[in-house]
């Protein structure tokens, strides 16, 4: 089944403990990105990557740090996490970018920091 | 001023009616757009695109855009409990916030 996957779904953490999501696809797509949703502001794009080793900022990317060393995986680093990063995060894999291809969304990770 | 605003809702309607879900877009060279469904503890899923000025559809949903307002809607006829989601407009990666509508039977 083709999907994007996310761990951990949920996560309870505590100011400046590092953390990584991981996010992996499983249908060869060159392009990966993460975002934050938040209510009111809607999905919000932190980093994204256009293949291996190419990665690139997007709207919000203070405090996180993404790396592409595989093309299936593209883990999204906290390194010291704070109350403001609280948010539902998504992954997605897109195989012709997001300017005219279906992006393929993990089902979420809700991370509270206290 | 955002690149992609959107009705925030939320809308209520009864089985059976059209809903008109609505977007405006800041940037003139966009023509290419799409919606995107999310149901609630899931990850959007993208319902259908619609590229440039005019009309497409999909079976009871419609999409259009309107180049000269910079207008971007989308349709849905017969509207069912199952469409009960909140519906993201979007382009490229620029979402809007999202309209949650709630289809009762």
């Known amino acids: 089944e083709a999907q994007v996957t996310q761990n951990p779904r949920y996560l309870i953490t505590v100011t400046g403990k590092k953390l990584t999501v991981t996010c992996s696809q499983n249908?060869?797509?060159?392009?990966m990105s993460w975002y934050r949703q938040d209510p009111g502001l809607g999905l919000r794009q932190i980093y994204y990557?256009?293949?291996?080793?190419?990665?690139d900022k997007g709207d919000v990317p203070e405090g996180y740090k993404v790396s592409r060393k595989e093309k299936r995986n593209f883990p999204l680093i906290l390194e010291s996490p704070s109350p403001n990063q609280t948010s539902l995060y998504f992954c997605?894999?897109?195989?012709?970018?997001?300017?005219?291809?279906?992006?393929?969304f993990g089902p979420g990770t809700r991370l509270t920091v206290l | 001023q955002k690149e992609v605003e959107q009705d925030p809702g939320p809308l209520s309607v009864p089985e059976g009616a059209i809903v008109s879900l609505n977007c405006t877009y800041s940037n003139s060279a966009f023509q290419y757009f799409m919606w995107y469904r999310q149901y609630s503890r899931k990850g959007p899923e993208l319902l259908m695109y619609t590229y440039s000025s005019g009309n497409k559809e999909d079976g009871r949903f419609t999409a259009q855009v309107d180049k000269s307002s910079k207008y971007i809607s989308l349709f849905i006829r017969d509207s069912q409990p199952s469409d009960s989601a909140t519906y993201l407009c979007t382009y490229q990666f620029y979402f809007g916030t999202g309209t949650s509508l709630t289809v009762i039977p």
């Open positions: 249908m060869n797509h060159e392009y």
């Open positions: 997605a894999s897109s195989s012709a970018g997001p300017v005219f291809g279906e992006q393929f």
């Open positions: 990557s256009m293949n291996v080793e190419v990665t």
